[in-house]
């Protein structure tokens, strides 16, 4: 089941919603959520992205600090 919930200071992962943003695109409408990320990074992510388990996480800071750790050895 989606979970059809989210409202402004929501945390999902690193992120945190600030604000919902309603685009259409000719032929249906998007909405999306400008995040604070908790590394001081602000991204937008389209709304179905944003799940508890899964999906955007963070602004693609955790990605990085997991490909270092990998390389590190």
């Keep these: ?8 200071g929501a945390k999902f ?7 919902k943003i309603k685009h259409h695109d000719g032929k249906r409408n998007l909405y999306y959520w400008v995040c604070d990320c908790d ?11 944003l799940r ?3 999906g955007t996480q963070s ?6 600090d997991k490909k270092y750790v ?3 050895g």
């Design 1 to 8: 089941m989606r979970e059809q919930v989210r409202y402004k």
């Design 59 to 64: 602004c693609g800071c955790a990605n990085l």
């Design 39 to 49: 590394c001081g990074n602000r991204k937008t992510v389209i709304e179905s992205n």
């Design 13 to 19: 992962g690193m992120l945190t919603l600030v604000e």
């Design 70 to 72: 990998i390389n590190k």
């Design 52 to 54: 508890v388990n899964g």
